[in-house]
């Protein structure tokens, strides 16, 4: 490809609408909460909003922690103790900045991620095996060039099968409630396997850390059925962004996914600081705050 033509297609690329498993959620959730966490921008600032909570805070440093192992050779994985590296991770949502309202709280939160990973230390299963890390910074591909869709988003991890070479998906989950059977997390993770990495995906699987020793196998869904389901979530957001139409079903009231922030945006919220990817965080006082469990991918 010639340079101009490389750089057409960055630019045609990066014009399109980019879609992932966290904006597809929070748009059949409430397209209002959607357009105020993935499109809206701070007027002053020019960065989007992010409301920090406990669990939010919780699940982040724990899958940054074992995220960090996939780029490490198998044999090399445990020689730094994963409760040093959680320690370490954990400074930079210490209090306020994790949505913490007094150190008690924290405290408890913090020992629930430890338990996880002295959990996953014990019995590594998975973790201990090779992986794949695909090349890329944030994965993504073509979902429909014609329509100017992009599928992006990171897998948690991909164990590697050699005989016959394949890939295992894995998700971790740290939040006390079960993955909804209608989910399309793994149809998404499945496409992103198989368009952003070259072996094929072999199975699937949620690892609840809080409470089981091993990954639990989920049915892998059929590509055709996973790009049909994606790409019609797609065309929806894209459809209500060429309309600017983003109604909560809630009504005028707004509903739990929305109103967090509204308030935000009506600058109800205390700001305190700034994340790596340069979104602006705030947070609520707690009677304000809709702190779910489950929300991390």
Same mark, same amino acid.
């Given at each position: ?6 750089? +057409? ?125 695909? +090349? ?58 198989? +368009? ?17 020793? &091993? ?9 055709? &059925? ?17 309309? +600017? ?53």
């Amino acid at each position: 490809m010639t340079q101009t033509g490389l750089k +057409n297609f960055m630019s045609d690329k990066y014009s399109a609408v980019w879609v992932s498993h966290s904006s597809i959620s929070d748009f059949k959730r409430c397209p209002r909460a959607y357009f105020l966490k993935n499109v809206f921008r701070d007027p002053k600032t020019r960065h989007k909003m992010k409301l920090m909570s406990p669990s939010l805070a919780l699940g982040s440093t724990v899958h940054e922690v074992l995220e960090s192992l996939s780029v490490l050779p198998s044999q090399r994985r445990f020689s730094e103790s994963l409760i040093a590296k959680y320690e370490r991770a954990w400074e930079k949502v210490k209090g306020k900045r994790g949505g913490f309202p007094d150190e008690a709280t924290e405290y408890l939160y913090r020992e629930r991620g430890a338990e996880m990973l002295r959990r996953v230390t014990r019995a590594p299963g998975p973790l201990a095996n090779k992986a794949v890390k695909i +090349n890329m910074d944030l994965p993504n591909f073509w979902l429909s060039e014609e329509e100017g869709l992009v599928l992006c988003g990171r897998i948690d991890w991909l164990e590697f099968f050699e005989e016959p070479a394949t890939v295992h998906i894995i998700d971790f989950k740290t939040g006390k409630g079960e993955e909804n059977s209608d989910s399309l997390q793994l149809p998404i993770y499945f496409l992103l396997a198989s +368009n952003c990495q070259k072996w094929p995906v072999a199975k699937a699987s949620y690892w609840y850390l809080e409470t089981s020793d &091993e990954p639990i196998e989920r049915p892998l869904p059929s590509a055709e &059925e996973a790009m049909n389901r994606v790409l019609e979530a797609g065309r929806e957001i894209k459809i209500a962004r060429q309309l +600017n139409r983003f109604k909560c079903p809630g009504g005028e009231e707004g509903c739990p996914a929305c109103r967090p922030f509204e308030a935000i945006s009506r600058g109800e919220a205390e700001f305190v600081g700034s994340d790596e990817y340069r979104n602006d965080i705030f947070i609520l006082p707690r009677e304000e705050e809709e702190d779910r469990e489950g929300v991390i991918l």
